[in-house]
């Protein structure tokens, strides 16, 4: 008895058998590798604007996004749970930095009416170069009535920018510093026609042999042209 009682309680450590630490149960959805997180999401962004410009967000899904972008549809739903939070997540992260860029040029020349709507063209302008996206979006969904865009910008952000811009141009006119036919509330979107619309369809040129070559910068100074003189003469 005493033999197997020993035997039984000494093992030698080779026959130990090693412990093994329990592995988390992964999270359904979740990316791999959490450095790539960041960039994936990024992705997802990026796609979401280009498919929102080129088809119109009612028709596009967090699906479709997933397709284009070549991540599943669980990866998506991680991020973004439905449509409306990746809209103002788009909002916050893309178009709140756009519009400081785009700042307050009416603001920033105050007693200059000129200076200010030149600045505003030429600045978005530059925006719709670095960012090819931005000219067929805001057309399709903040110009357009029922664009859900705009509706969600209006909710979050209301319409007093647009109230301080009429009411600078009145007062310009006012001081006569601005021609008094204009009208104020058509100001704003006489710009954006003259800068984003051409934007907005350059691709529409690729064949044309009159208007193919045109560039960014002959954009913003036809429409500063425009803008400033008019299509009267040229005046020295």
Same mark, same amino acid.
């Given at each position: 008895?005493? !033999? ?18 329990? !592995?988390?149960? =992964? ?9 790539? #997180? ?18 119109? +967000?009612?028709?596009? !899904?967090?699906?479709?996004?997933? =397709?284009?972008?070549?991540? !599943? ?21 893309? @178009? ?20 200010? +709507?030149?600045?505003?063209?030429? =600045? ?14 805001? +057309? ?13 910008? @209006? ?37 954006? #026609? ?35 003189? #008019?299509? #009267?003469?040229? =005046?020295?």
């Amino acid at each position: 008895m005493a !033999t197997t009682r020993s035997a039984t309680n000494t093992l030698k450590p080779k026959e130990r058998k090693p412990r093994v630490a329990a !592995t988390p149960p =992964r999270r359904p959805g979740r990316p791999t590798g959490s450095a790539r #997180g960041p960039e994936q999401r990024a992705r997802l962004l990026d796609v979401a604007l280009e498919l929102f410009a080129r088809q119109g +967000i009612f028709d596009t !899904t967090l699906g479709a996004i997933a =397709r284009e972008a070549g991540f !599943t549809p669980a990866m998506v739903h991680y991020y973004f749970k439905t449509r409306e939070q990746l809209i103002d997540v788009l909002i916050d992260e893309r @178009f709140l930095p756009l519009r400081a860029e785009l700042g307050n040029p009416f603001g920033e020349h105050p007693d200059d009416p000129l200076a200010g +709507i030149t600045q505003l063209a030429r =600045r978005l302008v530059d925006v719709s170069s670095r960012y090819p996206w931005f000219p067929a979006l805001w +057309i399709r969904e903040v110009i357009t009535e029922g664009g859900l865009l705009r509706q969600r910008m @209006f909710e979050r952000f209301g319409d007093a920018h647009q109230k301080e811009s009429v009411a600078a141009i009145a007062r310009w006119q006012k001081a006569g510093r601005l021609n008094a036919d204009i009208e104020p509330s058509l100001v704003f979107l006489t710009v954006l #026609g003259l800068t984003i619309l051409p934007l907005a369809t350059s691709k529409m040129w690729r064949n044309d042999p009159v208007r193919k070559s045109l560039t960014a910068n002959d954009i913003a100074r036809h429409a500063v042209a425009l803008l400033t003189h #008019g299509a #009267g003469p040229q =005046r020295d």
